[in-house]
T-cell receptor
């Protein structure tokens, strides 16, 4: 089946350090979405990337979509304790008729003050 | 208030019992989804629905039943609960991006 691989599974950083999580799909994606889940909470939509090579920024967060539309990354500059949580990528595969997303397993970010 | 709600938020049941998890959204989104979240597995799709009376299996549908008689409701039933169905269950609705409910933490003893 269609899969989206996400690495790393866990990341511990000192506050102020940068953080990156990567997603890779074996097939071309029509778009990719990123979600954040705080501890004990539910996933919350962050951003959607649609175009090949697209780069979007939200304050300290930078999202990239690969040229081949098979991979994506989320980079956080100068992490803060408020960044703690699990970050999921979710891809919609080309040709999919529904709004079904395939989620990566997530990267759990811990920030040491 | 508009949004997506789930009930109950916590449930403890015994093996073999039938359990129904409720999901209600007020946006009139056509698409709704049920996921389970387990450590090491991320979010796995159980069932989804494209509209009232239209449902389809996801990645892990065995042991679950869904119905959607009204656009706003999408209940998930465990017909005979097993310990392996202990999990956190999230409902979501979608108009392109997905909006998740707060989740139901289910424990099967």
């Amino acid at each position: 089946g269609q899969q989206v691989m996400q690495i790393p599974q866990y990341q511990h950083v000192q506050e102020g350090e940068d953080f990156t999580t990567y997603c890779n799909s074996s097939t071309t994606l029509s778009n990719i979405q990123w979600y954040k889940q705080r501890p004990g909470g539910h996933p919350v939509f962050l951003i959607q990337l649609v175009k090949s090579g697209e780069v979007k920024k939200q304050k300290r967060l930078t999202f990239q979509f690969g040229e081949a539309k098979k991979n994506s990354s989320l980079h956080i500059t100068a992490t803060q304790t408020t960044d703690v949580g699990t970050y999921f990528c979710a891809g919609r595969h080309s040709g999919a008729g529904s709004y079904q997303l395939t989620f990566g397993k997530g990267t759990k970010l811990s920030v040491i003050p | 208030d508009a949004g997506i709600t789930q009930s109950p938020r916590y449930k403890i049941t015994e093996t073999g019992r039938q359990v129904t998890l409720m999901c209600h959204q007020t946006w009139s989104h056509s698409y709704m989804f049920w996921y389970r979240q387990d450590l090491g597995h991320g979010l796995r799709l159980i069932y989804y629905s494209a509209a009232a009376d239209i449902t389809d299996k996801g990645e892990v549908p065995d042991g679950y039943v869904v119905s959607r008689s009204k656009t706003e409701n999408f209940p998930l039933t465990l017909e005979s609960a097993t310990r392996s169905q202990t999990s956190v269950y999230f409902c979501a609705s979608s108009a392109d991006t997905q909006y998740f409910g707060p989740g139901t933490r289910l424990t099967v003893l």
